[in-house]
């Protein structure tokens, strides 16, 4: 008989697998015990059944690696917590790279991996053969050994999690479908199924792929499309035994494990089967989709290559199951931005065993404290934007979406698939002078710019790619003449009202109570001093504000700034669309813009951070006297309809002064020199402005009390623990990406956070954090041996505290 519904909970979670289940769990263990989770059919019956059960614990960054870590580590402990078995053990897992590029790949991961504390090995493919009998390893270059990784039964863990939630006071109601959610004054009041409404303060949607139909019911979006997906179990193969490792050969789509003395065998082919176009059945439970040999011969194919005994093996079983799929490959955790309350653990891109647990564990921790217990971007839903929820979107991605997670992951790698959703005004101009363009929150952004007869298409590589010698030319320009960058993808707000120099007084650490027409670069902090955002405040009258931000960050800042006016008379204003930017950077910017408005450049009449209305040809602009790349420059904001013009003037004015289009990898370049950090990379809600070496953005003396000033006062009393230094390699050849190990004298003392090749040092540079428990010093950095750890191999840098290109920004203000 269906337990009865209460008619109020604390916590209402939607959803009964692998994430659902882990969220009651860890709120009920962190003492939240009114907690019911409603479950349409039974428990793990839509997605988590048929998962193959892969515990990998290396992930895409240090947090979500912890996350991960962590649910193997409860796994193989929840067992003998709540005494129902879950199948867990630690065989181990062997990558296989059948190219010297992947192999390159794997030590890169390898590298990441010691920083992140995961135990890891490269192996030669005699090793790899000796630990996996059953394969083929002539055609290898070599492999990575992970001895912690693990495996499990995805019902029988799903089910422990369940009944450790309902130990600890957590309720549990099958045969329960959510038909719509409540809300009132912007905030979940509860939610509807057929047997009646509960009310809650919570909701958390753990729906898996019902999750986006779960979101619409909420008005929040939840961008994620079921596919297919594969595998076969055969019938018991000699030499098969029970402590096989994990095998993944990527460049052959496939992952095996052993499955009662046969092997289980699925993959992640390069053109998927989107699923549910037209919905999914109402009494989809428990339930496989048709076979389709066809679409599983490449898996197939490849596997018999990598193991022959596969060839002639009996095939036990053929699963074709749907998994939750969304746009850029990661997941979705956190509370919604507009529906207060509203939670999301969805779209697990078939990692959703491995990442479960700890997934669960984060949003619970969440919810308790009222914020996220770590660093969560990778993840965190307001890294999407709405337009990316809509259906046919969502299916043409995850067409791609499935086989990336095995392809190579090359350093800049643009998906495919459902582009062109957002394009500046000058995206044709643009395209006709030879821009390549990369994807940013659905914004096409011109990357680069081909010359010298190239095409303007990414040739991928760890090493030189084919834009590098263009980007090198753009980067030239702008340190020597002058470059147009269209930067019209910047998220542009306006904070207008009485209230609203309070609330920005408040939520800034820098003081923009300043006159009108100046610009201030602040963070926004949380309570513990990290910054949540990165951004630009102009002052544009004494009630309004102009705020300038990243794109990628657009979703998430505009939340975090509503969810702060709290009451006040103030309202923000999304003012993205209304005008294109156009970047003018380097040192004949002035005598370039000069010839298109009478308005007086001067530093005296125009100095650094100054904002000011200016005519550029016919049209009204607003130029901002500001640089991301260390140069001369201004930030034109041309309204949209204006700048087609404005462009084209500029264009013809500025070939005397050897002007030249830009791209983002030659302002990744440039900025990199000057040492500018990136929020999501080099900053972040666990860095402070003061590790960030951005003390000077920080006002303590301002009137007020701004968020996050108690915690920076406490940190700035004593030494410093952890740093932001430069590092500068000593060899010109290395490249350095992002999460390579940093070594001082022979100890891990930290990583690479962000890092390009400096054009005009002559050498890649890399921003990464450093840590000692006496003091990050002058004198501890000074008197070091610095390397930093690419692919394995340690390489000699030079570590400073200021960057390696105009140190004092003379030519800034200049």
């Not at 507009?338 to 997934?359: D, E, K, L, Q, T």
Request: net charge neutral.
């Amino acid at each position: 008989m269906t337990e009865a519904l209460p008619s109020h909970a604390r916590v209402v979670v939607v959803g009964g697998g692998i994430a659902g289940c882990s969220v009651a769990y860890h709120l009920a263990r962190l003492g939240w015990t009114d907690v019911v989770l409603l479950e349409r059919r039974d428990i793990s019956c839509g997605t988590t059944w048929h998962a193959a059960g892969l515990v990998g614990q290396l992930r895409a960054t240090q947090n979500l690696t912890r996350l991960a870590r962590y649910g193997a580590d409860l796994y193989e402990r929840l067992e003998a917590e709540t005494g129902q078995a879950t199948g867990f053990r630690r065989p181990g897992s062997v990558s296989l790279a059948r190219t010297p590029e992947r192999m390159v790949e794997l030590r890169r991961a390898a590298s990441m991996a010691r920083s992140f504390g995961v135990e890891v090995e490269p192996i030669t493919p005699a090793e790899a053969g000796r630990r996996w009998p059953l394969i083929r390893t002539e055609d290898l270059v070599g492999a990575v050994w992970l001895p912690r990784d693990g495996r499990t039964n995805p019902i029988d863990t799903t089910r422990a999690l369940a009944k450790g939630a309902q130990m600890a006071g957590a309720r549990i109601i099958e045969d329960t479908t959510v038909t719509g959610v409540l809300r009132r004054h912007g905030a979940v009041a509860g939610v509807r199924t057929a047997r009646g409404d509960i009310a809650c303060e919570v909701l958390v949607n753990c729906a898996g792929m019902w999750a986006r139909e779960v979101g619409r019911m909420a008005g929040v979006a939840v961008p994620l499309h079921a596919s297919e997906h594969f595998y076969v179990v055969t019938e018991p193969i000699a030499g098969v035994t029970a402590d096989l490792p994990v095998l993944r050969d990527t460049d052959g789509y496939i992952y095996v494990r052993e499955e009662v003395g046969g092997l289980l065998m699925g993959g992640f082919e390069p053109v998927a089967k989107p699923w549910g176009m037209a919905g999914i059945p109402e009494d989809f439970a428990f339930s496989l989709i048709a076979e389709d040999w066809d679409h599983f011969q490449v898996l197939m194919e490849q596997a018999i290559v990598r193991i022959p005994a596969l060839e002639t093996a009996p095939i036990r079983r053929h699963v074709n199951g749907p998994e939750s799929f969304t746009p850029d490959g990661r997941y979705l955790l956190g509370e919604a931005p507009g529906c207060r309350g509203f939670f999301v653990a969805a779209g697990f891109n078939s990692i959703g065993i491995a990442s479960g647990a700890g997934a669960g564990k984060a949003v619970a921790e969440w919810i308790v404290g009222g914020e996220p217990p770590m660093d969560l971007w990778d993840v965190d839903i307001r890294r999407v934007a709405p337009f990316q929820a809509g259906p046919r979107y969502l299916r043409d991605r995850t067409v791609e979406m499935v086989g990336l997670a095995y392809a190579m992951h090359w350093p800049f790698r643009q998906p495919e698939t459902a582009r062109g959703v957002r394009r500046s005004v000058l995206h044709d101009r643009l395209a006709a002078r030879g821009a390549c363009f990369g994807v940013v929150m659905g914004w096409e952004r011109a990357n680069w710019y081909a010359t010298g007869g190239r095409e303007p298409r990414y040739v991928y590589s760890y090493g030189r790619q084919n834009w590098f010698p263009c980007a090198a030319e753009e980067h030239r320009a702008v340190r020597e003449a002058v470059g147009l960058f269209d930067q019209s993808s910047f998220a542009k707000f306006q904070l207008q009202g009485p209230d609203a120099l309070r609330v920005l007084q408040r939520l800034c650490a820098n003081d923009v109570d300043v006159p009108a027409d100046r610009i201030v670069y602040t963070q926004m902090l949380n309570r513990h001093g990290g910054i949540e955002a990165d951004l630009t405040v102009t002052r544009l009258a004494e009630d309004a504000f102009l705020i300038v931000t990243a794109a990628a960050a657009a979703t998430r800042d505009a939340d975090w700034i509503r969810r702060h006016v709290d009451g006040a008379s103030a309202a923000l204003t999304d003012v993205t669309s209304a005008y294109a930017v156009l970047g003018l950077m380097g040192p004949h910017s002035r005598a370039l813009l000069g010839r298109l408005t009478d308005a007086d450049l001067s530093n005296d009449a125009f100095p650094f951070l100054t904002s000011r209305e200016i005519a550029v040809g016919y049209a009204p602009v607003r130029a901002q006297r500001i640089t991301y790349v260390g140069e001369l420059g201004w930030e034109l904001h041309v309204p949209t309809e204006c700048a087609p013009a404005v462009y084209d003037a500029v264009v013809e004015a500025g070939e005397p002064f050897g002007l030249r289009h830009a791209g983002y990898h030659a302002m990744d370049s440039l900025r990199i020199e000057k040492a500018y950090r990136a929020w999501g990379h080099d900053l972040g809600s666990e860095d402070t402005p003061l590790e960030a070496g951005l003390g000077f953005c920080v006002r303590f003396d301002k009137p007020g009390e701004f968020l996050g000033r108690a915690a920076l006062l406490a940190q700035r009393a004593k030494p410093l623990a952890r740093r932001l230094v430069v590092f500068t390699l000593e060899d010109p050849e290395p490249l350095v990406y992002h999460d390579e190990p940093i070594w001082r004298d022979g100890a891990l003392v930290g990583r690479i956070t962000s890092g390009a090749y400096g054009h005009t040092v002559g050498r890649a540079v890399g921003l990464g954090y450093v840590a000692h428990p006496d003091g990050v010093t002058d004198g501890w950095i000074a008197g070091g041996r610095w390397e930093l750890e690419i692919a394995c191999e340690r390489v000699p840098a030079r570590a400073s505290l200021a960057p390696p290109y105009d140190p004092k920004s003379l030519r800034v203000r200049g």
